[in-house]
């Protein structure tokens, strides 16, 4: 099992940058694939960006594509979203997911979640 906390969402002018992280507790974190969500107000939640257990690999929504990076730190059982160039369209609750079996942008089998970290993007 890990827990997850998620910190670095506020509030930030259109064409700005935040960096989400992601801590993990547990000793098992590079055993886990990793994903960023995100719902906005009336929303569904969507994927972000999804990362393999190594790193090596990542995938991203097109929405977010050449704006946002996704990347993980093993060593200290992080993970990290940077977001760059935000737009309003991007305010939303942005969560982080481990999972333990596959490697998938389909939220439903994520088995672990973060409480979530707000962003809000003025125009």
């Known amino acids: 099992q890990v827990q997850l906390v998620e910190s670095g969402g506020g509030l930030v002018q259109a064409g700005g940058s935040l960096r989400l992280s992601c801590a993990a507790s547990?000793?098992?974190?590079?055993?886990?694939?990793m994903g960023w969500f995100r719902q906005a107000p009336g929303k569904e939640r969507e994927f972000v960006a999804i990362i393999s257990r190594s790193g090596g690999i990542t995938y991203y929504a097109d929405s977010v594509k050449g704006r946002f990076t996704i990347s993980r730190d093993n060593a200290k059982n992080t993970l990290y979203l940077q977001m760059n160039s935000l737009k309003p369209e991007d305010t939303a609750v942005y969560y982080c997911a481990a999972d333990p079996t596959r490697f998938t942008k389909d939220l439903r089998e994520y088995d672990y979640w973060g409480q979530g970290t707000q962003v809000t993007v003025s125009s």
């Open positions: 547990g000793r098992t974190f590079s055993s886990y694939a």
